[in-house]
């Protein structure tokens, strides 16, 4: 199989799907991967290493599509890249296709094999291929929601953790998964009042147990939530519903209830995103604001930290792209119940039911196409 890595053109986006250690167990199992040149450089690898490797360097992103069965990405495929689509191939990146109408027309348009990191489920229902860039981004939004709680940031000239004899922030987190958990760790450290809120009640029990009591744990509901965010100085919002829209938790008239130069985090922005205000924005222009209440809500976040986001990332992906260069799609399907749930389009149908739902098409079982 020929396997082609691409150079990301998303708004700042750095990161890359293969690392020159894939490259070389793809090519000693005896598969070919074509390498865009510089596609690695943003991550601190330069084309020589991949060379070394046993990739073939190509010079612009024509030739990897164009002759490619497989494409290696790590962000969805933009508008300029619409043309390099093509029936029969196996595209395997983050999609999060939900909010994204366009995109998944284009996919069933020319039948592009689509699997997306993102729906990728094992067994024990854990999502493999969404927890390390979760992880980077759930650390993140805490560094992120400090920088602009800076009052020459736009924020209110809130320290997150206070000093002796001022209170900290009060710092609350929707969702008690993973970007939760890892944004109550970093809130937590820095010495900020942490809330987190989760309609799981075990999940609670859990995290309560974890922070040994010293986050205040709050079972989800609208009453609840509109509170905490009265009180807010930074709101993380974290929550998930895998490959379909997020909820949105945050309603627009309850701006007016928050503090004037509060901060609102949406890592939840790649799937529409849980804030009735959320849009996405990118790193080149990222905040915005609605009455007087600072937005951030780019969808690629973990970008900004593209060396450890791609090795935390292709640690993850890689059994699965050998998997898939060793049996093809349609073995890899049958013998994966987490591929097969990855597969998010298919020879022109989309096969993954959340998305199908949230656009309010037709979607087809990918067991009667195989």
């Not at 900290?168 to 809120?197: C, D, E, R």
């Not at 994966?336 to 309010?360: D, H, K, L």
């Amino acid at each position: 199989m020929i396997i082609g890595v691409p150079t990301e053109v998303k708004d700042h986006e750095s990161r890359v799907g293969l690392v020159p250690s894939g490259v070389t167990a793809l090519v000693e199992a005896g598969h070919t991967v074509l390498v865009q040149a510089g596609a690695g450089v943003g991550s601190s690898i330069p084309d020589a290493a991949y060379i070394a490797s046993g990739a073939s360097i190509a010079p612009d992103a024509a030739s990897v599509w164009k002759s490619a069965h497989m494409v290696i990405k790590v962000k969805e495929p933009q508008p300029s890249e619409y043309a390099h689509l093509h029936p029969g191939l196996t595209l395997f990146t983050y999609l999060h296709l939900a909010p994204l109408p366009e995109l998944t027309a284009k996919l069933v348009e020319t039948k592009v094999n689509s699997v997306a990191y993102e729906t990728i489920r094992e067994r024990d229902g854990s999502l493999p291929l969404l927890i390390p860039m979760s992880e980077v981004a759930g650390r993140m939004s805490v560094q992120i929601g400090a920088q602009y709680l800076e009052r020459p940031n736009g924020g209110r000239g809130i320290l997150l953790g206070g000093v002796p004899g001022v209170a900290p922030a009060n710092v609350v987190i929707l969702g008690g998964g993973i970007v939760g958990l890892n944004a109550a760790k970093m809130a937590f450290g820095l010495g900020a009042h942490v809330t987190i809120i989760d309609r799981n009640l075990d999940r609670l029990r859990q995290l309560d147990d974890i922070f040994n009591s010293n986050v205040t744990t709050l079972a989800s509901n609208t009453w609840t939530i509109h509170e905490a965010v009265k009180l807010a100085d930074l709101v993380i919002g974290g929550v998930l519903i895998p490959g379909a829209s997020a909820p949105r938790l945050i309603r627009r008239d309850w701006l007016k209830d928050m503090r004037a130069g509060s901060v609102l985090v949406d890592v939840a922005i790649d799937q529409g995103g849980c804030f009735e205000t959320s849009r996405a924005t990118t790193h080149t222009d990222p905040i915005y604001f609605v009455d007087d209440v600072l937005h951030y809500c780019v969808s690629n976040m973990p970008a900004a930290v593209p060396h450890t986001s791609t090795l935390a990332l292709t640690n993850a992906t890689f059994p699965y792209v050998l998997s898939l260069a060793k049996k093809g799609l349609v073995q890899a399907c049958i013998d994966s119940p987490a591929i097969y749930e990855g597969v998010n389009t298919y020879q022109g149908r989309i096969t993954y039911a959340a998305v199908a739902e949230s656009q309010g098409l037709e979607h087809s079982e990918l067991k009667t196409l195989l």
